[in-house]
């Protein structure tokens, strides 16, 4: 499959940003948006984009140090025969976010309330709700900015590529993505903290171009994405693979998954009515 065109949902938000800001040209607008840590610091930015002077709900994110480390509580994956190199480049982590977190909590509660709402669409060709953050053309939300800093600490990015672009994605029961790769405009590199219901994530090695519409290419593995947990990919697995999401309400782990163990083969997994999936990346300047 093709990769998504980000750059063309880029273009068109940046069009719809323009004939916003030319309807509110009788308003001036300065915010300053003030958000304390769990130690008490304040932060004060400004911000002069119209889209983000609105009234949005603030999330509070926790200082970095209160997360866990990836290297010190990620997952051993299995090896497997399907695909035999890959899993060293995928690294998984349940419970990133807790349950039973005040930030996880108000994560799914707030989250449509925390996004300014010309940043949402229902996409035509599929019918989950979808928000791009692109920071390097205009400011993110602190608690992006603020969690993409939680995943630099944590050993997800390195520093130099801390995050600056982040998709959102809310899933209904029964809804997917199409199989496809995220393209070469970002860092080969993209994590992803998932809450709400389960959902299994499968990896299949990238079409040529001449391939596409006339070969399937068939899943090798698979991660099962609990709630609360983070999954992250990079070079051959980011490059050389597709990665995608069944559109079904149940789903059974087979033996191709890299996450669990083999007595839970064959378990069936029940979507939630509910899915929330947030894609962190590094976006190249200038593209």
């Not at 997917?176 to 405009?185: F, L, V, Y």
Request: charged letters at 30%.
């Amino acid at each position: 499959m093709n990769p998504i065109d980000f750059r063309a949902l880029v273009r068109k938000e940046k069009q719809a940003a323009r004939k916003l800001r030319t309807a509110r040209t009788d308003q001036s607008c300065n915010a300053s948006v003030v958000l304390k840590s769990e130690k008490g610091v304040e932060r004060s930015d400004r911000l002069s984009s119209p889209e983000l002077c609105s009234s949005i709900q603030c999330i509070d994110v926790p200082d970095p140090t209160l997360f866990p480390k990836l290297d010190e509580h990620r997952v051993s994956l299995s090896e497997t025969p399907f695909c035999p190199f890959v899993p060293k480049r995928i690294c998984y982590m349940p419970n990133f976010l807790s349950k039973d977190s005040r930030l996880y909590s108000s994560i799914e509660k707030n989250i449509v309330q925390s996004i300014p709402k010309d940043k949402w669409k229902t996409l035509k060709f599929a019918r989950r709700k979808v928000a791009m953050i692109d920071g390097t053309c205009e400011a993110m939300p602190h608690w992006l900015n603020d969690l993409a800093e939680v995943l630099v600490q944590t050993g997800a990015f390195e520093r130099s590529k801390k995050p600056n672009h982040v998709l959102i994605n809310i899933y209904k029961a029964g809804e997917g993505i199409m199989s496809h790769t995220d393209g070469p405009e970002y860092f080969n590199k993209t994590a992803t903290i998932s809450l709400g219901g389960p959902a299994i994530l499968k990896f299949s090695p990238r079409l040529k171009s001449h391939e596409i519409g006339l070969k399937e290419s068939n899943y090798l593995c698979e991660v099962l994405l609990e709630e609360g947990s983070i999954v992250t990919f990079e070079s051959a697995a980011y490059i050389d693979f597709m990665h995608g999401i069944d559109e079904v309400y149940t789903e059974k782990i087979t033996e191709k998954c890299l996450n669990v163990a083999s007595s839970r083969f064959c378990e069936s997994i029940i979507r939630g009515e509910c899915r929330i999936s947030l894609t962190f990346r590094f976006r190249h300047e200038g593209n």
